[in-house]
């Protein structure tokens, strides 16, 4: 089993996952609410009133990132005159099919989507969450993440935002100013627009934290480590994107150095035809969308050793490189179920007799294969939660805990397990093994993801309604405690359970994580 065909299959099974998971709208759409309009200084937008809330989407913040401004740093959006309908999503960010049915080709989408409750305003100016979503740095919208629930409820105002993607997000060239971290600049462009003007839409504008899932969560340590960022937000959430990711554990996102991506970027440009052009960047800019998505690599990884990412994330962190604001930061109890559930349906059982091979895929020195498998032996000809756990103990539950340890030494960290055994099912078929907790199930509890409800029992719209009330007041305060809630210490892990929230020190031990972090 060669790696490249293991990746291959993990990257269909996570875009199925993803695509039944995120992209359905309910059965029926109602009626369209009335209109509300707001004054940004770029010109007025028309946004939706709900029951209780205020929608405004599609909001530009920054350029297009079209012709000679493809692969350039984000500019200022151009103001426009009258009233800019923002009742509707803009297009999602260049992308695969997936979670954005039939995908997308519109270059024209760095645009942002705000919730705020119902009552908020420049006399009551509310705590701002700013959300980026997951995806591999490859696939995802903003706009998939209905967030009216968090903004209710947690009385806070939501900005959900589109970044460049792919290899439109992220190609490296030398020559090339912000080469690697164009997705990057992206996010800070859209937090230096909510720093100007979320006042206007209830916010406050020094109260706001960076928030995301995955490789938004990466992206947060990113933005954590980034020089450029500074003074942008006050307080970082980070859900299974830990910021101690490496690029041979491949299913948590990392960055590369700078020579690699642009290694990565000649490939990239050989395959589209532009490789022995005269200019290959104008060459590059005249490629169609479909076929830089088709060329392109399925995740991406941003580029350090750049002005926007002097430092690899967990270099920074090892050095107090880092900007000292409070961190909310966990991951869920079976990470890798999910990859490891959809690799076996691709073809690739694990066995005795095949997990050697599937444990070297993964990780080809041969010693550290050998120990893999001893530590986590198969018995039965259903190996798949072996290899589930192998997956999310390596590249999620340890590097979490690193990362915990290197922010607690400088700043307040509150960590989490998100482990609801029941959680909603992300897939419409049925899996080879019982999933768990798997990666993203914690999602459905704080968002209505593509706009369906949620299908929850009694005491997991408890655990949705607690887990709202953490993250809300961690933004309000810098401390997720509050009297309605189970006492989250700084010192264990939260393990966030249906009527069971309690603090645990077992989360090394169950993860193995004497073991991985004797390997290295």
Aim: charged share 15%; net charge neutral.
């Amino acid at each position: 089993m060669s790696m490249h065909r293991v990746l291959t299959a993990l990257g269909c099974a996570m875009t199925a996952l993803l695509a039944t998971s995120w992209s359905a709208a309910p059965p029926t759409q109602p009626a369209r609410p009335a209109a509300t309009t707001v004054r940004t200084h770029d010109g007025p937008v028309r946004g939706a009133a709900h029951d209780g809330y205020r929608t405004f989407e599609g909001i530009p913040y920054a350029a297009p990132p079209l012709g000679r401004l493809r692969w350039a740093p984000p500019r200022p959006a151009t103001p426009w005159s009258g009233v800019r309908d923002a009742t509707r999503p803009a297009s999602a960010c260049p992308q695969p099919a997936g979670e954005v049915p039939g995908g997308s080709t519109d270059e024209d989408c760095l645009h942002l989507n705000v919730t705020t409750p119902d009552g908020a305003g420049p006399a009551r100016p509310l705590p701002v969450i700013v959300w980026l979503h997951g995806g591999g740095l490859t696939t995802g919208a903003g706009s998939s993440y209905d967030a009216h629930r968090m903004a209710t409820r947690g009385d806070v105002v939501v900005v959900t935002v589109n970044y460049r993607l792919g290899s439109l997000g992220f190609l490296a060239h030398s020559g090339l100013p912000g080469s690697g971290t164009f997705g990057l600049a992206d996010q800070q462009a859209a937090l230096r627009w909510v720093r100007a003007e979320i006042g206007a839409f209830g916010g406050d504008a020094h109260k706001v934290t960076l928030a995301g899932e995955s490789a938004g969560g990466y992206s947060v340590c990113a933005q954590l480590a980034s020089p450029t960022a500074a003074g942008l937000f006050d307080r970082a959430i980070i859900e299974s994107g830990p910021c101690t990711g490496r690029p041979d554990r491949p299913f948590a996102p990392s960055s590369v150095p700078l020579s690699t991506a642009r290694a990565a970027g000649a490939d990239l440009a050989a395959k589209v035809g532009c490789g022995s052009a005269r200019d290959v960047m104008a060459c590059l800019r005249r490629v169609d969308v479909p076929r830089l998505l088709e060329a392109q690599e399925i995740d991406q990884q941003p580029a350090h050793i750049t002005p926007l990412l002097p430092v690899d994330p967990p270099a920074a962190l090892a050095a107090d490189r880092f900007h000292h604001i409070p961190v909310l930061i966990g991951n869920t109890r079976d990470e890798g179920n999910g990859w490891a559930a959809g690799i076996v349906q691709a073809g690739h059982p694990v066995t005795p007799d095949t997990w050697p091979d599937v444990v070297a895929a993964f990780f080809p020195s041969p010693g550290e294969a050998q120990a893999i498998v001893r530590e986590y032996p198969v018995h039965r000809t259903d190996g798949g939660p072996v290899f589930g756990a192998v997956i999310g103990d390596a590249n999620f539950a340890c590097p979490t805990s690193r990362t915990d340890d290197l922010l607690a030494s400088h700043v307040p960290v509150w960590r989490y397990e998100f482990a609801d055994e029941h959680a909603p099912p992300l897939t419409s078929g049925v899996p080879p093994f019982p999933l768990g907790a798997p990666h993203a199930s914690e999602l459905p509890y704080l968002f209505d993801l593509g706009g369906r409800p949620r299908d929850l029992t009694a005491a997991q719209h408890r655990l949705a309604d607690t887990m709202i009330d953490y993250w809300t007041r961690f933004a309000r305060t810098a401390d997720p405690n509050g009297p309605s809630s189970p006492h989250w210490p700084r010192q264990t892990v939260l393990s966030l359970a249906p009527d069971h929230i309690v603090p645990t020190r077992t989360v090394l031990r169950r993860h193995h994580c004497a073991f991985w972090n004797a390997i290295g």
